[in-house]
């Protein structure tokens, strides 16, 4: 694989993919219609959303079990007490 650098501060690494035909023709519509600017441009994009996408089933996933572990919601109950007191508090004292 070889790296070339993007813009933006980004750098892309050159590989060869396996595309379905159909989405491969999507892809060029989308590129006639100026929807995205090219073939690398649509995939990358695609990937940053299933990426975006997966993160946040991970992240909802860790959620749903914090959630049975009861250790963790009374800490998070006592940290949510913790800035109830302090945003009730007078701060012209300190």
Known sequence: MKKTSGGEGMSYIKTTINLKVEYKKQLNE???EEIISSTTDGINQAVQ??????KKQKYMK???AAAQDKSFIERTMKTQKDFDAIETEDFEKW
């Open 30 to 32: 989308l590129i006639e």
């Open 49 to 54: 959303l299933l990426l975006k996408e997966k």
């Open 62 to 64: 860790k959620m749903a």
